[in-house]
């Protein structure tokens, strides 16, 4: 093949991987949320996670998961900064707070009760927010998310076991289920 | 059993157990009231976590992170410029020509269609190419009935924003948004739902039938006075082909994303820029449980 023709060639394949992400960057921002608790943190790891996938994007395997591949590459670089940190930010910035929104205005209520559901998800141990943002709300199989954070499938079972349980009782002592029923009830 | 573990239940609950488990654990549940308590609140906890995070989900994605996956570098004021995807190879001039040429044909040609509205295009009979590109390749007749379809798509969505408040609608959404689109499936082969996208401020102003690859689609248009969002439309119809992620495409100077899911075609067309468009379609494909 002609050098320019190859170019050119490169040229498409990296535009469609660019797709690709750009289409990730959503669920990416959602799942940097819940591990980060901050949005401005969040976002950093988002797009560190593109630059360390676009240069690494030949190590892509195709015909597997493009957002399991990319939740591993956010999870890992998450990790690094824990580690590189000695102290975790204990009061994050309130989550999901966002400036110039109407909707956040006209819902506040029933925000603030959704923001104490991130908050109990802040207050989780790392590795068991990490099981529980990929299963319950990126929608992995135990199976994927044990490959994403390369543990066993066993290991996931019991982070997200014991995740879900002290969500459940953190939200119970703070009566975040019970305000968000009244929310949906009042509605 | 001897006993119905934390683990067990949660993944009974997240639909992990095999299916003797499962028996094993309903059998259990049966019998405990307690164990079942505790499954409700455990489903109700694990539904306002995802409430509780679906909403980022309708952020505008930040510039910089679009620029980041596209490979741009960020100025220190955020500032950039966005790298449109550049045109497949084969959405070319040819394919827009079929459109332009299509245009003219007359609805008659699609007795399905016939008295079911105005102002419908002959597109379909140019989409399926007639039988002269029978002995093409499967992959280029895809490649090429798709770039159709998007040709078709940024074609009917300027149509609706040149023609103004003289758009024709097929079925406006005075009343109840909800039965007219109910009116508007009944000439579909598929019921098709009206995504909320208020909370971007885009109202839902009607719905047409229009005719692409052949078959009659169903295009949902919205507007609103944000101009950095609407007008916008989003054009749902069948497709035999095979699923597809969403993909970003910009065709007639208008912004587009597409994507096919279990064999429905779905295009979100705008002159949003990216961000918005993903944001969008992201929550589309959410409420329509499309991808």
Redesign the interface.
Known sequence: MEPAALAAEE??I??RF??????M???L??FA??LAGSIVEA?DL??AA??RA?ARRHQFQEGTR?DSWMFRIVQTIWIDQMRARTVRKEEAELP?D?VGS??AMRRVEA?L???E??RA?DRLPPDQRAA??L???EGL??REAAEVVQVPVGTI??R???A??A??AQ??AGA??GR??NDVEAQ | MSRL???R???YL?G?AEAPERREIEAWLAGDPTARDKLA??A???T??????????R?P??E???A????ATTTPTGARILAF??KR?AASGGALRRWRFALPIAASLFGLLAGGGTGYLGIGEILTGGGSGAASAPAVEAAVANNLWLDNAAGYFKMFVAAGDNALIDVPATGDAREALQKISQSLTQQVRLPDLK?W?LNFRGARLVVVDGRPAAQLVYTTDNKAIGPMALIIGSSKQPDI????DRRQDVNMLYWRHQGRAYVLVGQAD?GYL??IG?DVAWQLDAI
């Open positions: 040229d498409a990296a535009s660019s797709d690709q992400l750009i289409a960057l959503p669920r921002r959602r949320r819940g976002d988002v797009q593109s630059e676009l493009f999901g966002r109407d909707e925000r009760a959704l923001g559901v991130r998800v529980l943002l299963v319950t709300v199989s135990y079972m019991s997200l076991a014991r879900r349980m969500l459940q939200l119970e975040g289920i968000s029923r | 573990s934390d683990d239940l949660v993944a997240d992990e609140a455990l109700r906890s694990a306002l976590l995802r409430q509780a995070y679906h909403e980022i989900l952020e994605l930040p910089r992170l679009i980041a996956a596209r490979g995807a550049p190879a909370p401020g992620p969403p993909t970003f990216a993903w944001g992201n």
